[in-house]
């Protein structure tokens, strides 16, 4: 792509908005230009003869051959300059100038000139209100930030501006260098899912980095990032994270998936990793950067002290990776090399009288161990220990073997030496053992990011126009609710669904239950009664020679219940068995950033008490819908627990696939729950639907 | 107490095994004692005439006057050096040779004399196999490690003398202080709860850390710890938390300990404060050493920047603690205070163009906000912010109003200076600003254990005696295991069974079943045979009429499964009315540490598919046992969910209080499980049980 390679890597940048003005931005921007960028800066105030010494230009427009332009004008002007820039054939900008989104209704306005501006003259805009942008490509900075970044192959996006400065200003006293930072802003133009696609193809971008507040286009972010995590990894901060999602949404799904569940499923089916701290935001970051993939999940901990070997171990019990077996080849090596009373088992104990040399010989054998896939060296300080050497060693046997490491030299000031050493080489190295091991969890993850295959959405053969047509009677009513008169809606979808009929007469009544075996079941069909059980609207195991009377019964008692309710009929139905089957539910609801959030649990208390569901970002694909199946700590349920007979999941994983695909065909359906959908050992079948459209969409 | 008063201040140190020899523990010791005891150090080694200057005496038998003695001969020799230690007078011992308890049968029987010659002379024995003893009251350091300590209210304990080397050279360097720390080794003589019983009575002592793998006598430490925490609080990390560390624990210090649940449980019961991670320790410990106890678990953030804002309050969303709801008061103050575009709600934003007098405006107003429990002010680097003068106006503001408080200066070197000035008032401050809010919500935590009225457990009318004969009928079998044949043992304790009787002939069956109501339920009885269900020897609902020949069924069933098992009859038996109740499960079971631990959850899936329990170390008080409810996940279903009528929880919760009593009371009973108790509206019902007993302890 390239696309926005003058955006970091310009050969010329204008400041529009110039000045040496005290305490301004515009100064800060010029200052920051000037001290070491290797290209040229150009100042555009129409108000200054010169600035720190550079000839003045009253309009951008005046100038050639500018691929950078940075805007820190008043709000009022700035889309004039946008207009002047694109005329005159700039094609970057950043605008750091506030008012805009942000700012009211006025502010509002003018963004979205900014938009149609930008579009019209196909300008990559960053901003507005936000920090600027940097490079270590050209070593730019041009950004109101005090601290510059050093050189490093991590690209960094932030929608807080502050943020950027707070990490510039950590960043280079603990050696984290950047490629690429830009301040997001009010993403006008240009937002994560662009910057992701860029860095994705970019040879000096070996990590990305993101703290996003929100996430524009959930789906096509996902779809993006997926293909990037395949060569370069994510690893975002998504704030926000714990606030209570603001749905109201009437069906179960929507009581539970707040958008929260939609970052958590979005962010997780995008491949990216989440960090819940800004400690773990550069810990996985840094790691990432710098070390190889590892072979397997096994980690090995070599240490020359019991109790920060158990501390260890705990962290790793605590994370995804599992303890090493060590062959017995590496026993018996171990067995030779090590004095009597080291553990040769993992955790590997060199003892507490160990010089580094003893490390050496352990990590030579530790590290070529086929079951070992990444080494955590703990070592407590001793007198026959020196740190420098250990890390020296450490360092060695990284580049020679090519496995993962991280340390945990536990000292003060008397590891530092030592840790800078580590530091040079990539490997960290924390006081606490558990970091190192939390940081090569984050690498594990992200191999089997790496490795997943994501599936297509199987395509499924539907009958689309007749489900057309059942959503598009809910315009002759007063309402957008859908209730069971809609399972046709599912059988459209080729939804097994009970036998039966709605019927809008006693005799047609009659007739449908004569072509059901056994007794039916007999509801209401009403838009305007959501709650059929609870007015009596609901009769079950009726037998033939009741269904007359018992239809009879039913529109009485929703006529008594509520006298203007619209009643389009009664539901003749087939019996489910659901004693031979396990009630299960599935859901969705749209949420504003990902779109349709498709919802799987046990039905009963299980989503409702126990809040045990799962949830998906349509459309989901087969492998996605069976391990929403193995998420949910109820799924022993569906397959055999305590002596019931496994019900047929393929059914199930179908099911979601089927109803993943019916809302992605119609975004007008905001809301649809199929609950119960019964699972039986032979197959599933839809007991009741609820659904809500948005009839404008249709 | 003051019982250790001479262990850590003592006026004269005999080392016995002094010498010079280099690299040896014997100098290591010396050397650290030499460097500043404020005391007599005196020197025992029978072939040396001096060391380091001081005359060697042969014997300690020689010397008078000697407080405490550190020990290093070889450890053939120790027992030995013990005797004469305690006939000179010696009641403080510090025995740092290993060699014992850790060392085959050789060392554990030298480690039983050890033992029986410190009860003969009543010495405070620490060890063996541990780094010794330090303590800043009089600058002894009586260790190996080569650092000492800095003066500070902290005092620490270690399982781990590796990890005490580790901490000491890492707290100087941080300025973490410490007043006495013991490396506990192979806790011959004195363990944890002798160690928190003393520092619990000790004014220099404001925090007690401890690194544990084990705890003996678990329920004695759980009582201990509770009156200590009223004053004190205790911070532990518990190492061989999760399975892998377990094993790791085991192989390393030869313990056995008990479950996970067990610590989870009894720590928790004894008010300990567990941290999770060697950062989660130090944390923690610094925050409760110099902070005041908050008001309350709201808190509030002020912040010059939004994003930083956001991530904190995540933090606290993950936390115990809860975003302040602002007074109209103080809204009003800030809103007055405040420039325009500043948000006056929390988390309070003072803007990015904040001097650090507004930072002082603002917290004037919010830490006189009675809404507000604690405070963490987070910052960003900016043009007009120093954040040293910032750190000023925090620790002035703390010592002014005496609110809980954490810092978050974001920034690298440029945080620094002013990060010391924060830490030398006792406020916590870190990059990443949740580990400021981790910290206040240990605090937080802390005030709630120090607030926690503990219960006496209730004490019931019950038939001990009878329980005494049901368990000594085992006696007379080849099992140690009881089925319903012992709900007699539950009606001596006074927990509700089924109406009925156990019978061994047709005619009583008959007889018996005349007296209950209704229907009965039938079910062979055998200690050998543990699942009746399986092998049909289980019939429901059986008429009058029919109790003779299912009497006959069931037997001959019985020896057809198992000819030479036991039957001690038919058990006739009121049917439970199961419809109307849930089914709970109360179990035992016995940890080697903590005793009886009593179980509670839901029967069916939930414990046994979902895991859904909890658990506590008898004997369990009154509020103890309806936590147990509380806490877990199923607990609505209880309590009316789904328009269920909620059963009678006092009879749940006093069923789990009468079979703590009935396992404090026997120890002998190893195993108990109530399978299940029906809860339902009107009471509880014991339906069926289990237990195993070891005949031994009868």
């Known amino acids: 792509m390239g696309q926005l390679d003058t955006l970091f890597a310009p050969e010329r940048v204008a400041v529009v908005g110039a000045t040496e003005s005290e305490g301004s931005v515009g100064r800060a921007v010029m200052e920051n230009l000037l001290d070491g960028y290797e290209g040229d800066v150009v100042a555009v105030n129409p108000s200054s003869e010169t600035v ?69 003259h196909d300008l990559n805009l960053v901003g507005p209100n936000c920090l600027g942008v940097l490079s270590t490509r050209r070593n730019m900075n041009a950004t109101f930030s005090p601290k510059s970044a050093i050189e490093g192959n991590i690209s960094f996006m932030s929608q807080s501006g502050a943020f950027i400065t707070a990490v510039l200003d950590w960043a280079s006293d603990h050696n984290v260098g950047f490629n690429d930072v830009v301040s997001l802003g009010n993403k006008a133009v240009l937002d994560e899912g662009d910057f992701i696609d860029y860095w994705g193809e970019d040879p000096e971008t070996d990590v990305i980095l993101g703290y996003l507040e929100d996430i524009e286009n959930g789906r096509d972010f996902i779809d993006t990032a997926r293909e990037v995590t395949k060569d370069t990894p994510i690893v975002a901060v998504k704030s926000g994270r714990t606030e209570a999602g603001a749905s109201a949404a009437a069906s179960h799904t929507g009581a539970i998936a707040g958008s929260e569940r939609a970052y958590e499923a979005g962010l997780e089916q995008a491949g990216v990793l989440r960090a819940t701290s800004v400690q773990e935001l550069f810990d996985y970051a840094t790691i990432l950067e710098d070390q190889p993939m590892p072979e397997n999940d096994q980690i090995a901990i070599v240490t020359n002290a019991g109790g920060p070997g158990v501390m260890s171990t705990d962290a790793i019990g605590d994370s995804g990776l599992e303890m090493a077996t060590l062959t017995d080849e590496t026993l018996e090596a171990l067995e030779a090399d090590m004095p009597d009373g080291a553990n040769i088992y993992n955790p590997v104990d060199v003892l507490g009288d160990a010089p580094s040399e003893r490390y050496e010989q352990a990590l030579d054998v530790v590290l070529q161990d086929p079951n070992v896939g990444s080494v955590v060296v703990v070592a407590c300080p001793t007198a026959v220990l020196s740190f420098e050497k250990l890390a020296e060693t450490v360092t060695d046997k990284f580049e020679e073997y090519g496995v993962p490491m991280a340390a945990s030299l536990m000292g003060g000031d008397s590891a530092q030496q030592a840790n800078e050493i580590l530091g040079e080489a990539g490997i960290p190295s924390y006081f606490d053992p558990a970091r190192g091991v939390n940081g090569l969890d984050a690498l594990r993850e992200y191999a089997e990011i790496r490795e997943h295959e994501y599936a297509e959405p199987r395509d499924f053969d539907v009958d689309r126009e007749r489900a057309r047509e059942i959503l598009e009677r809910t315009k002759e009513r007063d309402t957008n609710k859908l209730g069971v008169e809609a399972m046709e809606l599912l059988e459209a979808y080729g939804i097994p669904t009970p036998q039966g009929a709605i019927v809008s007469d006693k005799n047609a009544a009659v007739e449908a239950a004569k072509d059901i075996p056994g007794n039916v079941v007999m509801k209401i069909v009403s838009p305007d009664i959501l709650h059929k059980s609870d007015i009596g609207g609901v009769e079950v195991s009726v037998p033939d020679d009741e269904v007359a009377s018992t239809y009879d019964d039913l529109i009485a008692r929703a006529r008594n219940y509520q006298p203007d309710a619209t009643i389009l009929g009664v539901q003749v139905q087939e019996m489910a068995d659901l004693d031979a089957g396990t009630e299960t539910i599935v859901g969705i609801n749209r949420d504003p950033q990902f779109g349709p959030l498709v919802m799987f649990g046990l039905g009963g208390i299980f989503v409702e008490v126990l809040e045990d569901a799962t949830f998906r970002v349509a459309p989901v694909s087969e492998p996605e819908a069976e391990e929403m199946i193995d998420e949910i700590d109820s799924a022993p349920l569906l397959r055999g627990a305590r002596g019931r007979e496994p019900v047929d999941e393929a059914g199930v994983v179908e099911t979601i696939q089927r109803i993943s695909k019916l809302v992605t065909d119609f975004p007008a359906i905001l809301e649809l729950d199929i609950n119960p959908l019964v699972a039986t050992p032979d197959g599933v079948v839809a007991v009741d639907i609820r659904a809500t459209v948005d009839q404008e969409e249709l």
Chains 1, 2 share one sequence.
């Open 52 to 120: 720190f010494g550079l000839d003045c230009h009253d309009s951008i427009a005046d100038v050639g051959g500018v691929d950078l332009a940075i805007v820190v004008v008043p709000p009022q002007i700035v889309n004039g300059v946008l207009e002047e820039a694109g005329e005159a054939g700039v094609r970057d900008v950043a605008v750091i100038t506030a008012g805009f989104g942000e700012a009211g209704s006025e502010g509002a306005a003018r963004e979205r000139d900014m938009k149609a501006i930008a579009e019209d």
